[in-house]
Nanobody, 124 residues
Framework: HVQLVESGGGSVQAGGSLRLSCSAS????????IGWFRQAPEKEREAVAR???????YYADSVKGRFTISQDNAKNTLYLQMNSLNLEDSATYYC??????????????????WGQGTQVTVSS
C-alpha cells in the first residue's frame, strides 16, 4: 500500500514558478507509474505529468515546455517544477500512483493511490 503526501503548493503571480513535491512510502518503486493530476473547480480531474517505471515521461499539451516532472528514487520523492504559470494552472494538484508495467495511463480513474492534494493559485 503506497502512501503519498504532497507539499509545495501556494500562491504565485502569473509568470512565476512553484515546485511541488510528493513523498512516497509504503510501497515498491518497481513497476510503479506515478504522476501529477490537477482539478480546478467545476472541472474534471486531468493528468498533468506522469513518469513510468521505465523513466519515460508524459505531459499534457497545456504544460509542455513549462512543467517538468522528475523523481529522486533515493528520497522516494516526486517533483513537479512549474514555470511560467498562468491563471489556467490554478487548481488542486494531486500526486497519484498505480502499479503498471509499460506505459503510464492518463485516465485518473485508473490510479489507485492518491495524496491529499495541494492548492496552487495563480493570480494576475
Amino acid at each position: 500500500h503506497v502512501q503519498l503526501v504532497e507539499s509545495g503548493g501556494g500562491s504565485v503571480q502569473a509568470g512565476g514558478s512553484l515546485r511541488l513535491s510528493c513523498s512516497a512510502s509504503g510501497g515498491t518503486a518497481s513497476g510503479l507509474c506515478i504522476g501529477w493530476f490537477r482539478q480546478a473547480p467545476e472541472k474534471e480531474r486531468e493528468a498533468v505529468a506522469r513518469i513510468g517505471s521505465s523513466g519515460l515521461t508524459y505531459y499534457a499539451d497545456s504544460v509542455k515546455g513549462r512543467f517538468t516532472i522528475s523523481q529522486d528514487n533515493a528520497k522516494n520523492t516526486l517533483y513537479l517544477q512549474m514555470n511560467s504559470l498562468n491563471l489556467e494552472d490554478s487548481a488542486t494538484y494531486y500526486c497519484a500512483a498505480v502499479s503498471r508495467i509499460g506505459g503510464c495511463p492518463s485516465a485518473y480513474r485508473l490510479y489507485l493511490y492518491w495524496g491529499q492534494g495541494t492548492q496552487v493559485t495563480v493570480s494576475s
